[in-house]
């Protein structure tokens, strides 16, 4: 199993504590986001783990097994990263948001599912949000599920609670197939210089599942309640509700 972490950010809504580092590693209570990701990872089996850094990418030097640069992280997003790391793309892959910490058990919930596509969601979202929003529609994307658990709307802006049945977490998992397909509608995505509408290169990770989605294509939802902390902010580095979580996990 092989991992990926989409490191490649700034992280400006994160300064100061990122003049001087790239986002995944900000310390809390000493440990930075990437480390905590790596322990987790490589204890649930995980024996390859590839970085996509760009920011200050010296830093991430000897983190994984390989480092990637993305040369463009000033201006392209998520999925150009991602791809800049197309050589490791081949089998079960996991990829992983570099601002993110969780628990062990989301990994295992992961690692043992046998989908093609699956994406983890937290399904007690909003009182998470609540805590590092004043208004948790702020900073939310639409999450809908058909019956059988197969996503079917992703990263949209919601007009109300009801259009976010879980939280995305920038965490999912392929398949080799899976993979297959990530490559494949990311190329005609790039042929056809658009993403759900967004240029290849401004594209988000919930953009291209939301094309693969429209293809046609099922994804997954994992469930979890477990913890996890998704550091974007100074107010979420600093805050009493981050210690809390990642105390749990």
């Given at each position: 199993m092989r991992a990926i972490i989409l490191a490649a950010g700034e992280g400006k809504r994160l300064r100061p504590y990122t003049n001087d580092r790239p986002k995944c590693m900000v310390e809390i209570e000493g440990v930075s986001l990437i480390d905590r990701q790596i322990k987790i990872l490589k204890s649930k089996g995980v024996e390859e783990i590839i970085i996509i850094g760009g920011y200050k990418s010296d830093m991430l030097e000897g983190k994984g097994n390989k480092l990637v640069t993305n040369p463009r992280y000033h201006e392209t997003n998520m999925v150009w990263s991602l791809f800049c790391a197309e050589e490791f793309l081949v089998g079960d892959v996991i990829i992983s948001y570099g601002d993110i910490v969780y628990s062990s058990k989301i990994i295992s919930a992961l690692v043992n599912s046998n989908y093609d596509i699956s994406v983890t969601i937290d399904m007690n979202w909003e009182s998470?949000?609540?805590d590092r929003?004043?208004?948790p529609l702020e900073d939310a994307e639409t999450l809908k599920l058909r019956t059988d658990g197969t996503i079917k709307e992703i990263g949209q802006k919601p007009n109300s609670i009801n259009d976010i049945e879980g939280q995305y977490m920038g965490l999912m998992k392929f398949t080799n197939r899976g993979i297959s397909n990530l490559r494949s509608t990311f190329h005609k995505c790039k042929k056809?210089?658009?993403?759900?509408?967004?240029?290849?290169e401004n594209a988000y990770m919930t953009d291209l599942l939301m094309q693969i989605i429209y293809n046609g294509v099922k994804v997954y939802s994992i469930p979890t309640s477990s913890a996890w902390v998704e550091v974007d902010t100074t107010n979420d580095l600093e805050s009493e509700y981050t210690l809390k979580r990642i105390s749990e996990i």
């Open positions: 998470y949000w609540r929003n004043e208004d056809n210089k658009s993403v759900m509408g967004n240029y290849p």
